[in-house]
């Protein structure tokens, strides 16, 4: 019964294609994350949502969008693909917001979506 | 200094030797830190947490050191299945009451039989 949960695991595509990427958790919490890996393997935030509310929007081009049917749920819609979006994504929820004292506050990551754009 | 920082190894020990890895951090307000574990093509998966000045569970110690602004991980009687990428997270305020995890680039460690 996985506890975070994202579709679909591998995916390759063509550059100028869109593709989205889901995400659900089953732990009630509150917030949750899209990171990206790159080949580097350096793990960098995208979005966090907080009870389906935007709260943390990085630096990252328009043509990835989020989206946060109910607090569940987090998915990640990409436009227009280019060879440089290629990396890991990687979906984490937490109970509250990540960071402060609380250890409620860790984040539980799904295993990851290998994006491969040629 | 950058937000996170960490010696990137690669770490090669043999089995049962101790072996300890430093992050520092810029924040000076930060008050946990993290550090997380990943193995090869896997997520990372929460080791531990440092909330005061440290931390032990069995054979892996976490200690934080304010004044200078570094967290290290102490690992003692290493096993081959301690290989893997460890990770030093770091929370920085980023308004409104929330805070974003800033991680560091990972320390690898390779314990060789």
């Known amino acids: 019964d996985t506890a975070v949960s994202q579709t679909p695991k591998y995916l390759v595509t063509q550059m100028g294609n869109d593709k989205s990427i889901k995400c659900e958790q089953n732990l009630g919490h509150d917030t949750m994350y899209w990171y990206k890996q790159d080949s580097k393997k350096f793990l960098k935030i995208m979005f966090s949502y907080n009870n389906k509310e935007l709260i943390i929007n990085e630096t990252v081009p328009n043509r990835f969008s989020p989206k946060s049917p109910d607090k569940a749920h987090l998915n990640l819609h990409i436009n227009s693909l280019e060879l440089g979006d290629s990396a890991v994504y990687f979906c984490?929820?937490?109970?509250?917001?990540?960071?402060?004292?609380?250890?409620?506050?860790?984040?539980?990551f799904g295993a990851g979506s290998r994006l491969t754009v040629l | 200094r950058k937000e996170v920082e960490q010696d990137p190894g690669p770490f090669n020990v043999p089995e049962g030797a101790t072996v300890a890895f430093n992050c520092t951090y810029s924040n000076s307000a930060s008050q946990s830190f993290f550090w997380y574990r990943q193995d090869c093509r896997k997520e990372p998966k929460l080791l531990m947490s440092v909330y005061s000045s440290g931390n032990e569970d069995g054979r892996f110690t976490a200690q934080l050191n304010r004044a200078s602004q570094y967290i290290s991980l102490l690992i003692r009687d290493s096993k081959l299945s301690d290989s893997a990428t460890y990770l030093c997270v770091v929370p920085q305020y980023s308004g409104a009451g929330s805070y974003q995890l800033t991680f560091g680039k990972g320390t690898k460690l390779s314990v060789i039989p």
């Open positions: 984490a929820s937490s109970q509250g917001l990540a960071g402060g004292n609380s250890g409620a506050n860790v984040l539980t």
